[in-house]
């Protein structure tokens, strides 16, 4: 198990920017796939994007794709989400997770740990 731990929300103007960071406790994110997760208000939990154990792979939901990056730092202790050219439609709960799988990366079933979440809000 690897305890998680969310930070970088808050609340910025549609076309702005915002950096989020998942850091690992306890334990390093060697032999995980991280992800990130978010649920915009009144709505189920969706994909955003994942790396893979060696951080040599990405996933991106293609509502994010081409604006956010995933990427996990060379000490195998944080995983950051670089969020561009931010959109209304991009404010939600983000949740970082953590599992072994490498085939259920945008499932939520893929992932054992979750973080508590950070709120982002993008305003128009």
């Known amino acids: 198990q690897v305890q998680l731990v969310e930070s970088g929300g808050g609340l910025v103007q549609a076309g702005g920017s915002l950096r989020l960071s998942c850091a690992a406790s306890g334990r390093t994110f060697s032999r995980y796939t991280v992800a990130w997760f978010r649920q915009p208000p009144g709505k189920e939990r969706e994909f955003v994007a994942a790396?893979?154990?060696?951080?040599?792979?990405?996933y991106y939901a293609d509502s994010v794709k081409g604006r956010f990056t995933i990427s996990k730092d060379n000490n195998q202790i944080l995983v950051s989400l670089q969020m561009n050219s931010l959109k209304p439609e991009d404010t939600a709960v983000y949740y970082c997770?953590?599992?072994?799988?490498?085939?259920?990366?945008?499932?939520?079933?893929?992932?054992?740990?979750w973080g508590q979440g950070t709120q982002v809000t993008v305003s128009s």
């Open positions: 790396v893979n154990w060696s951080g040599g792979t990405t």
């Open positions: 997770a953590a599992g072994r799988s490498d085939y259920l990366v945008r499932a939520i079933i893929g992932y054992d740990d």
